[in-house]
Structures are given as C-alpha cells and as structure tokens.
Antibody, heavy 121, light 107 residues
Framework: EVQLVEAGGGLVQPGGSLRLSCAAS????????MNWVRQAPGKGLEWVSA????????YYADSVKGRFTISRDNSKNTLYLQIYSLGVADTAVYYC??????????????WGQGTMVTVSS | DIQMTQSPSSLSASVGDRVTITCRAS??????LAWYQQKPGEVPKLLIY???TLQSGVPSRFSGRGSGTDFTLTISSLQPEDVATYYC?????????FGGGTKVEIK
C-alpha cells in the first residue's frame, strides 16, 4: 500500500523553527518528485514547496522562500521540510504529497494525513 | 505568477443535478490542470489530472474539460457523498497554484 506519514508538527513560538518529516512506503520513492502543501484553519490549499526525485532540484512558493528548506533522503524514503522564522501566518496543516508522475513538479496523487503546525506565543 | 480563479465559491444543488465548476488561469497552461476533492475533515483526493484524465477509482460521474485558460469540472449526477470542497491546481510550472476552492452542498 502506498503511504505517506508526516511527523514533526506542534506548537512553536513566533520566530521559532521546526523540521517536518514524511516517511514514504509502497512505491519507489526516488523515482518521484514530492510536494509540501499547507492548509490554514478554515482556508484553502496552498502549495509550499517541491523537490525532484533525486533531490537535485527544489522549488518554493514566494511566501516561504528563504525561510523553508525542502530536502529528501532517498536511502531512508523520507522527505523533510525545515521551517525557520515561523510566523502566525504559517499556522496550518502541512501535507506531504507524491507527484503523480516522474519529472518536473506535478499534481499530487497520494497525500499524507497531515501534521499541524501552530505558531503562537 | 499565474493566478487560478474558481467559480462559484460555493453552490447548493439537489441530488441528481448536473453540477459544473469553472477554473480560469490568468495565462495559458495547456492541459496542466488537476482537480481535487476534499471532504470535510479529510485529506485532499486527486480526481482528475491533465485536465480530463480521470484518476483510477474515481466515479465516472466526474469529468473534466478544457485547455489553455478555461477549465471545467462536471459532476453529471450529484450524489450525497459528493459534498466537499473542490480545488483546481495548475502544474505547468512552479508555483503550483491552487484555485480558491468551490464548496458543494446538497440542497
């Protein structure tokens, strides 16, 4: 069964940092790009970042560029999102999602259950 | 960046009705358009990719059309289990922008 399981969310003070992880199973992880998508409470979906299958190419939304770093460890089938300088606007459920085809960033066919990040003092 | 605009933002229809949601890109994106369904309290689910290709396991009452800037998602006969928010997403290039969503309810 194809599965993505996120971890690492929690309550963080403004200005703090956090590292999210996403453990993948059931598919050849290194063959597919991966996405991070977030959803603030009661709001819509926002694409945050993507990474190629090899990890050699990374992409970011303007809203997080310079503060978020996406990475992957294909030997561990794990995706990461390092988040710095957290602000209240970063409060959201963070989903990792698998691109539906190999190659450039693409739509997501498999989603994790999400991990909640709450930024509050 | 290309903006994705969905309409309407919400709709209410009766069981069995034909429902159409529109997604418009501010610039052409060829057919690099996906549709997702997110039921209350659930994770988004891919319905359609490449503008018109139905994801495996998705009921055939869902269909997508369009190319360039104008796209539609149609539910041919609305069912109670279709109550959800529907999102379009472009993926021709980054950023992979989502539309604002369309909330579908049963009348």
């Amino acid at each position: 069964e194809v599965q993505l399981v996120e971890a690492g969310g929690g309550l963080v003070q403004p200005g703090g940092s956090l590292r999210l992880s996403c453990a993948a199973s059931g598919f050849t992880f290194s063959n597919f790009g991966m996405n991070w998508v977030r959803q603030a409470p009661g709001k819509g979906l926002e694409w945050v970042s993507a990474i190629s299958g090899s990890g050699g190419s990374t992409y970011y939304a303007d809203s997080v560029k310079g503060r978020f770093t996406i990475s992957r460890d294909n030997s561990k089938n794990t995706l990461y999102l390092q988040i710095y300088s957290l602000g209240v606007a970063d409060t959201a459920v963070y989903y990792c999602a698998k691109a539906y085809l190999p190659g450039p960033p693409a739509a997501s066919d498999i989603w994790g259950q999400g991990t909640m990040v709450t930024v509050s003092s | 960046d290309i903006q994705m605009t969905q309409s309407p933002s919400s709709l209410s229809a009766s069981v069995g009705d034909r429902v159409t949601i529109t997604c418009r890109a501010s610039l052409g994106i060829s057919n690099y358009l996906a549709w997702y369904q997110q039921k209350p309290g659930e994770v988004p689910k891919l319905l359609i990719y490449a503008a018109s290709t139905l994801q495996s396991g998705v009921p055939s009452r869902f269909s997508g059309r369009g190319s360039g800037t104008d796209f539609t998602l149609t539910i041919s006969s609305l069912q109670p289990e279709d109550v959800a928010t529907y999102y379009c997403q472009k993926y021709n290039s980054v950023p992979l922008t989502f539309g604002g969503g369309t909330k579908v309810e049963i009348k």
